[in-house]
C-alpha cells in the first residue's frame, strides 16, 4: 500500500506545485480565448440557423454537425497531424485554439438555435402588430427573453468545454493534465498529483456550476 | 491544397488493425454503458432517497465526476490503482473509469425520470397492496425508465465518443489504432479525416435507432 507511505509524499516539492499552477494559466488561456472566439462564431451559426430561407439555415449544419457528432481528439488530431501534409502548418497552440473555438462554436449555436425558437411565434405576431421592423422585434422583444434562457446553458456548456481542454495535452501542450501526468511520473506519487489536479479543475468548475444552477432560477421562467 | 492528393487506397492494408481497433472500442462500450446504466439508476435512487447519507454520497459523486476532466480520472485509475496494490488491465480500467464518469449524467436522467412519476401512481400501487420493493419495479421504474430512454441514449452517445479518450492510457482502441497507423503510413489527414466521418455515421445510425425505439416505447401517462 504505497499510499499510505507517508515519507514519499516528500518527494512533491513546491516546484513541482509551482510547475502545475503555472500550467494551469496555460489551460485557463486556451480555455478562455477559444471560448471568447467559440462563443462569437456560435452567435452567428445559431441566428443563421433561425433564418427563415430553408436553404440558409440548414447551412450551418455543414460545419456544426460534424464537430458535435465526433470526438474532439479526433477533432485535435486531424487540424494538428492532418492539415500539415495538406499545406496547413500551425503551432500547437493555434491548432488548440481553433479546434476547441470550433468545437465550443458548433455547440453554442444549437443553444443559442434553441432558445430562440423557443420564444413563442405569437410574439413575433405581436411585434409586427405594433409596427416592429424585423430588427426591433429581435432586439426589444426576442434577443431579451431568449438570453435568460441561453445564459445558463452557455455556462454549463463553458465549463464542459474546459474539462474538454484537458484533451490538448495530447498535443503536448503544457496544459494542467499535461504538467499533472509529468509531476506524477517524476515524483511517482499518481494518487496524490491526479487529485490535485482534479482538484484545481473542480475549483474552477464547480463555482460555475453552482452559479449556473442560481441563474437558472433566478433569471429563468417558463414559456 | 499544394497540390496533395488525397489516398485513402494506402489505408486499406491496415484495415485488419481497424477492425481489431474498433472490436476493442466496442467492448470498452458495452462494459461500460453496463456499469454507467445501473451505477446511474443506484445513484438516481439514492439522490431520491430519505436518508440524508445516501442523498449527499450521490451528490458528491456526481458533483465530482461533472467537474472533473475525464482524462484526468482515467490516469487517476490507471496510475493509482497499482498505488493500491490493485493491478489491472488496461481495459478494464477504462471500462471502470469511463462506467463511473459516465454514472453522473445518467443519474440526472434516470432522476428526472423517477420526479416524473406522479403521486397517484404510488397511491395506485398501495391501494393494490404492493410493497414498496414491487412498487418501485413494476410501477416507477418501468414509467421513469421510458421516460428517461431518449435522453439515456444521447448519453451513450456520448460515452462513445468519449471512449476515444481511452487511447491515452495506451489501449489500441480505434483511436489508438489511428495513431499508429498513421505514423506508420504517413497519411494522418485521410486516416482522421475517416474517423471523423465514421464516428459521425455512428452517432445518427444510433440516434435514428433511438428515435424508432422512443416512438414504440411510449406510453400515455
Given amino acids: 500500500m504505497q499510499v499510505f507511505d507517508f515519507a514519499a509524499y516528500a518527494r512533491f516539492k513546491w516546484s513541482d506545485m509551482r510547475m502545475i499552477l503555472k ?11 477559444s471560448l471568447a472566439i467559440g462563443t462569437l462564431i456560435g452567435l452567428i451559426l445559431g441566428l443563421i440557423r433561425c433564418a427563415k430561407n430553408p ?3 440548414k447551412l450551418p449544419l455543414i460545419v456544426m454537425e460534424p464537430l458535435r457528432n465526433s470526438p474532439l481528439i479526433v477533432q485535435l488530431f486531424l487540424v494538428f497531424f492532418g492539415l500539415p501534409s495538406v499545406g496547413i502548418r500551425m503551432k500547437a497552440m493555434q491548432a488548440a485554439v481553433l479546434t476547441l473555438s470550433l468545437n465550443t462554436a458548433a455547440f453554442f449555436a444549437v443553444l443559442v438555435h434553441s432558445s430562440i425558437k423557443s420564444i413563442p411565434e405569437a410574439q413575433w405576431e405581436a411585434g409586427y402588430a405594433l409596427g416592429f421592423n424585423k430588427f426591433q422585434i429581435y432586439w426589444k422583444i426576442i434577443a431579451r427573453q431568449a438570453i435568460r434562457l441561453l445564459i445558463p446553458q452557455a455556462i454549463t456548456l463553458y465549463i464542459s468545454q474546459l474539462q474538454c481542454s484537458s484533451l490538448v495535452s495530447f498535443l503536448s501542450l503544457m496544459d494542467l493534465s499535461k504538467a499533472g501526468q509529468q509531476v506524477a511520473q517524476k515524483t511517482m506519487l499518481p494518487f496524490l498529483i491526479f487529485g490535485i489536479v482534479a482538484g484545481l479543475y473542480f475549483v474552477l468548475s464547480f463555482p460555475l456550476a453552482r452559479f449556473a444552477k442560481y441563474l437558472e432560477k433566478r433569471i429563468g421562467f417558463t414559456i | 491544397m499544394g497540390g496533395y492528393t488525397l489516398n485513402f487506397r494506402v489505408l486499406l492494408q491496415y484495415s485488419g488493425l481497424f477492425l481489431q481497433g474498433v472490436v476493442l472500442t466496442i467492448k470498452i462500450c458495452v462494459g461500460s454503458m453496463i456499469i454507467s446504466f445501473f451505477l446511474g439508476m443506484l445513484l438516481a435512487v439514492m439522490r431520491q432517497s430519505k436518508s440524508r447519507v ?19 480520472q482515467l490516469f487517476f485509475f490507471y496510475y ?3 498505488q493500491l496494490g490493485i493491478y489491472v488491465d488496461a481495459l478494464v480500467v477504462a471500462i471502470i473509469a469511463l462506467g463511473i464518469n459516465s454514472s453522473a449524467p445518467n443519474c440526472e436522467v434516470i432522476r428526472s425520470g423517477l420526479m416524473a412519476v406522479k403521486t397517484g401512481y404510488y397511491e ?3 391501494a393494490l397492496g404492493f410493497s414498496k420493493f414491487q412498487t418501485f419495479t413494476r410501477v416507477v421504474l418501468p414509467i421513469s425508465l421510458r421516460l428517461a430512454f ?19 492510457i495506451t489501449l489500441m482502441e480505434i483511436m489508438g489504432v489511428a495513431k499508429t497507423v498513421s505514423a506508420r503510413s504517413n497519411r494522418p489527414f485521410e486516416i482522421y479525416l475517416i474517423l471523423l466521418v465514421v464516428y459521425c455515421i455512428f452517432t445518427y445510425l444510433v440516434s435514428f435507432v433511438a428515435k424508432a425505439i422512443d416512438r414504440k416505447i411510449q406510453i400515455k401517462l
Fill in chain 2, 54 to 72: 445516501a442523498r449527499f454520497v450521490s451528490t458528491v459523486w456526481v458533483e465530482v465526476l461533472r467537474n472533473t476532466p475525464f482524462l484526468i
Fill in chain 2, 80 to 82: 493509482g490503482l497499482p
Fill in chain 1, 55 to 57: 436553404i440558409v439555415n
Fill in chain 1, 23 to 33: 500550467a494551469m494559466g496555460v489551460t485557463l488561456h486556451v480555455t478562455l480565448l
Fill in chain 2, 124 to 126: 395506485a400501487s398501495a
Fill in chain 2, 150 to 168: 431518449k435522453p439515456l441514449t444521447s448519453n451513450f452517445v456520448n460515452l462513445v465518443l468519449t471512449s476515444s479518450v481511452c487511447y491515452g
